[in-house]
């Protein structure tokens, strides 16, 4: 993320807690700002000890806990239910909003991306479920995997090793 990316979704977050007629305080903007330049998805724990590390007023986990559910209830962030960790929304604008969430998770370096279902592929999947009579308890689908480039690293290794 750019800084002119992060200064966007700073100020889309603090329009969006107005919204909901909530404040953005600075330790609840503190947190959110440690998920934006992390570039992976990050536990409660991991962001204490990273938040602990950077803001000179220590924080306890339980708050931090409390921090991620206010910024999960404006929309701002989600929960990974299989890693247990936190990933801001990449989908935030003030124009638009989404319902349904595909998570894409790489066992392999951690990483996780949201991804932009443009041909409603997750909306299909959430209504042939409801046609079948399930009912999901979320709406949002989290796949693990590797990703691409960690695909590529391992052939690059085994390449090498053949050599």
């Given at each position: 993320m750019n800084k002119q990316q992060f200064k966007e979704m700073m100020g889309f977050a603090i329009k969006r807690c107005e919204a909901f007629e909530k404040k953005l305080t600075p330790k609840r903007q503190q947190v959110f700002e440690i998920l934006l330049k992390a570039?992976?998805?990050?536990?409660?724990?991991e962001l204490t000890d990273q938040f602990n590390k950077q803001i000179n007023t220590p924080i306890l986990a339980m708050s931090v806990y409390r921090i991620l559910g206010f910024l999960e209830?404006?929309?701002?962030?989600?929960?990974?239910?299989?890693?247990?960790?936190?990933i801001p929304c990449s989908h935030v604008n003030a124009d638009r909003e989404h319902q349904l969430s595909?998570?894409?998770?790489?066992?392999?370096?951690?990483?996780?991306?949201?991804?932009?279902?443009?041909n409603n592929s997750v909306k299909s999947l959430f209504r042939e479920l409801k046609m079948k009579g399930f009912t999901p308890a979320t709406s949002q689908l989290e796949i693990s995997g590797v990703c691409f480039g960690c695909q590529q690293s391992t052939a690059n290794t085994i390449k090498k090793k053949d050599k």
């Open positions: 570039n992976k998805p990050l536990s409660a724990y209830s404006v929309g701002l962030v989600h929960r990974l239910k299989l890693e247990n960790k936190f595909m998570f894409l998770i790489c066992s392999s370096c951690n990483k996780a991306s949201e991804v932009n279902d443009l």
